[in-house]
Nanobody
Framework: EVQLVESGGGLVQAGGSLRLSCAASGFAFHDYAICWFRQAAGKEREGVSCITNDNGSAYYADSVKGRFTISSDNKNTVHLQMNNLKPEDTAVYFC?????????????????????WGKGTPVTVSS
């Protein structure tokens, strides 16, 4: 059974940090790109960051560059370290996986081809 399970969300003050984790199982982890998306209330889903598990290449939305860092460990888990959080980062954060292809980071961040999705973890940043 394929599973993507997010954890680490919560309430934090502006300027604070959170570390999200996405535990993956049931598929060949190293053959996939794992991405984080977020959706705020009343807004469209936004691609936040992706990592390609074959070579560890990382991609970021402009809105989070320099503040967020994506990483992958040897336990089939992808982490999103979020620093200097802002109220506009408030959203439900989802991780998703897509089998690797000859695609750019921008393609993965659009999220149209994701094969699997997690259920999300909420992040609230207070001002």
């Amino acid at each position: 059974e394929v599973q993507l399970v997010e954890s680490g969300g919560g309430l934090v003050q502006a300027g604070g940090s959170l570390r999200l984790s996405c535990a993956a199982s049931g598929f060949a982890f190293h053959d996939y790109a794992i991405c984080w998306f977020r959706q705020a209330a009343g807004k469209e889903r936004e691609g936040v960051s992706c990592i390609t598990n074959d070579n560890g290449s990382a991609y970021y939305a402009d809105s989070v560059k320099g503040r967020f860092t994506i990483s992958s460990d040897n336990k089939n888990t992808v982490h999103l370290q979020m620093n200097n959080l802002k109220p506009e980062d408030t959203a439900v954060y989802f991780c998703a996986a897509e089998v690797l292809g000859a695609y750019t980071g921008r393609y993965y961040l659009r999220g149209h081809g994701m094969d699997y999705w997690g259920k999300g973890t909420p992040v609230t940043v207070s001002s």
